[in-house]
């Protein structure tokens, strides 16, 4: 079953999501939605999908003003954030999100429901980490930390033109040190990942590997020491196509699988990532570069995972 296109609103995405910081306090932003409220239809978002949800709504400049302020209450939103809101707040918010984002969000739910029963299968559930490498599959991973799962970032990016000699620049690098300081945050010093029963998944979204491959040759470096069987690396892109390969693929899996590596590979969604692009050459950044954007197409996008999470009918 083919998962319909749905059309874009690009444009509309950059006039509507310039954040607006305020002050208002929650009491205040209540009443305020509250006040909106007659100009709002009567709740109909019970659809059969998220995107015919979303598309459901109303778009209007008061709806879009509430939503930047109830956005600017909140540095980020999660399940348990999500939860907190009202119904009004969250009927403003549905207003204000393009049927781009609210697609690419469906499928984005879709594929990690995917992954996470493919490694719960093969790793045991609760037996491994998911760790996303750049950003082009952080809000995968984001997404399956909503689901549950142990996940982390491992910001990287820029490596399209690949040296055979770029991992050994890079550990020599002068913000080396700070880079591998978080490595051993991540997965451990080399003793203590002896010890630990876990797995990693390091995966990233490769169209050449290159990334891959220098992480890779990163973490089995000498002076990291972070070669282990424990790691794991996987192309997610081949590892999905394969996926849908399979006979006993669910057809409206494979749709998925198709429609989100049609959207990767064709759509730049680098703006709805969590994490900040950290280039090979300023390693040293790389706090800055695990810092949330929070702005307000990062947050809304968020939003949209909780929403589909939360709606049990929703069948993704």
């Known amino acids: ?188 010093t080399p003793e203590a990942l002896k010890k630990n029963k876990k797995y990693f998944v390091v995966g990233d979204f490769c169209m050449s590997g290159t990334t891959l491959d220098v992480t890779k040759k990163i973490l089995s470096h000498n002076t990291v020491g972070l070669s282990s069987k424990k790691i794991k690396y996987y192309n997610l892109n081949y590892l999905l196509q394969k996926i849908a390969a399979q006979r006993k693929t669910n057809p409206k899996d494979h749709a998925l699988i198709d429609n989100f590596v049609l959207d990767a590979v064709l759509q730049n969604y680098d703006e709805y990532a969590p994490i900040r692009r950290l280039n090979w050459k300023s390693l040293g950044y790389i706090r800055f570069a695990l810092q949330s954007p929070k702005t307000d197409v990062t947050k809304k996008f968020q939003f949209c995972l909780s929403d589909i999470l939360s709606d049990n009918s929703l069948i993704i």
């Open 1 to 188: 079953m083919k998962i319909p296109s749905v059309s874009k609103f690009t444009n509309y995405i950059k006039s509507k999501v310039r954040g607006v910081k305020s002050s208002l306090s929650v009491q205040n932003r209540h009443a305020a939605v509250a006040a909106f409220k007659p100009v709002m239809h009567v709740d109909t978002f019970r659809r059969q999908t998220y995107s015919q949800k979303i598309l459901s709504q109303p778009l209007n400049d008061n709806a879009s003003f509430l939503c930047r302020r109830i956005l600017s209450s909140v540095d980020e939103i999660t399940p348990s954030v999500f939860n907190k809101f009202s119904k009004d707040e969250i009927s403003v918010i549905r207003s204000q999100i393009p049927s781009e984002m609210a697609h690419h969000a469906e499928i984005t739910v879709g594929v990690s429901r995917v992954l996470k029963n493919y490694f719960d299968k093969n790793l045991k559930k609760g037996n491994y980490v998911f760790v996303s490498v750049g950003r082009s599959f952080a809000s995968v991973a984001q997404c399956l930390k909503f689901m549950g799962i142990e996940a982390r970032y491992l910001p990287l990016s820029d490596l399209s033109t690949y040296e055979d000699s770029v991992a050994e620049r890079m550990v020599q690098s002068f913000g080396f040190p700070a880079y591998k300081e978080y490595l051993y945050e991540l997965f451990g």
